[in-house]
């Protein structure tokens, strides 16, 4: 079974840094890539970084020189270092992989699926 676990998160003044990580487990055949995504109270959510399996990274313009994505070499945890988090920050966080193929018996593999993990709240406030 393909599961996304999460951890981090918490309660950080302005200015200050958290770290974020998700570890994919369960038999992958493949994925497209990994990613974090926030959803801030009354917003719709929205892709903050992802790193494909091809080492490409994107983030938002809004995160981009304060955050980094970073992978583990099995590829399957990724990382999301947070620096001079603001207020605007605050959000429930969101691990993503996209398009993931589960090995479910010696000859067959699944048809790709996104998923998710449970979210991790991050509060930015003094």
């Known amino acids: 079974q393909v599961q996304l676990v999460e951890s981090g998160g918490g309660l950080v003044q302005p200015g200050g840094s958290l770290r974020l990580s998700c570890r994919l487990s369960g038999k992958i055949f493949s994925f497209k890539a990994m990613g974090w995504y926030r959803q801030a109270p009354g917003k719709g959510r929205e892709l903050v970084a992802v790193?494909?399996?091809?080492?490409?990274?994107k983030y938002a313009i809004s995160v981009k020189g304060r955050f980094f994505i970073s992978r583990d070499n099995a590829k399957t945890s990724v990382s999301l270092q947070m620096n001079a988090l603001n207020p605007e920050d605050t959000a429930v966080y969101y691990c993503n992989a996209e398009d993931v193929r589960e090995q479910v018996s010696s000859d067959y593999v699944s048809e790709a699926s996104d998923y998710w993990g449970q979210g991790t709240q991050v509060t930015v406030s003094s």
């Open positions: 790193i494909s399996e091809g080492d490409s990274i």
